[in-house]
């Protein structure tokens, strides 16, 4: 094995250099996605204390356990829901996936959001929100929405504020702290090989999986008086 890993090694002086820059060139380019995001989000990272106040707060999904929000996602809900209570926003976009029947993320977003005092008409379901930049683009798209707080996980608020900031919507984010346990290892490392996906998203800007026609959901919510509840808002399901 040693002999097999030495003559790995380059043997000339020039080979070694080579070696060199090329694993400080991939080094650099593994690290290009994370930079932009990091450029693109600073200033735009808040508290729910001292965000700026916007119409539209949107909820990334985070996953469902046995049809309940999982705790990452309760956190970001309960986080919206105090935006909601404060006055900070107006109407909650709930976005998940909604890809079969047997799971409903935007649903269970709604129902949990309802059961800690938000008005059932100040949430609009988006059920095609199967990744981040599908939720941002159909924010924009689909649902109109030009500027809004984030709430998602504070390891993913900077791809979120960054990738709808390319998407068009000028965005503020609120990232939910939580304990350095396995879950938050997990997330922060995920975040390192999602930003190069983020990135070729952010370059190329694809459409989403299921785009749709425009949803005047959010539009409603807010034209409706705070004391009344509007009609549900209906966004296509893929």
């Not at 956190?75 to 890809?99: C, I, P, Q, W």
């Not at 998602?152 to 068009?168: E, N, S």
């Not at 995920?190 to 190069?196: D, N, T």
């Amino acid at each position: 094995m040693t002999a097999r890993f030495t003559r790995l090694i380059p043997r000339t002086t020039r080979a070694r250099r080579r070696t060199v820059q090329a694993v400080m060139l991939g080094a650099v380019l593994a690290l290009t996605p994370a930079t932009w995001m990091h450029t693109a989000a600073a200033g735009k990272l808040h508290t729910t204390a001292d965000v700026p106040a916007r119409d539209v707060a949107v909820v990334f999904g985070a996953g469902l356990w046995k049809g309940r929000p999982t705790p990452y996602l309760a956190h970001r809900l309960d986080t919206a829901a105090e935006l909601y209570r404060e006055g900070k926003v107006r109407v909650l976009l709930v976005t998940g996936d909604n890809s079969r029947t047997a799971y409903d993320e935007p649903s269970a977003m709604r129902t949990y959001l309802t059961e800690r005092g938000v008005p059932d008409g100040r949430i609009v379901s988006d059920y095609a929100g199967f990744d981040t930049w599908d939720s941002c683009v159909r924010a924009k798209k689909v649902f109109g929405v030009d500027r809004a707080v984030l709430v998602t996980q504070d390891f993913h608020i900077k791809r979120a504020v960054a990738l709808c900031g390319r998407a068009g919507v000028e965005a503020h984010g609120v990232g939910v702290a939580e304990p350095h346990d396995a879950t938050w290892y997990y997330g922060t490392t995920r975040e390192l090989f999602a930003a190069g996906k983020a990135s070729l998203d952010a370059a190329l800007r694809p459409d989403p999986h299921f785009l749709g026609p425009e949803e005047k959901g959010v539009t409603e919510a807010l034209a409706s008086p705070r004391e009344q509840r509007p009609t549900e808002s209906m966004a296509p399901r893929p």
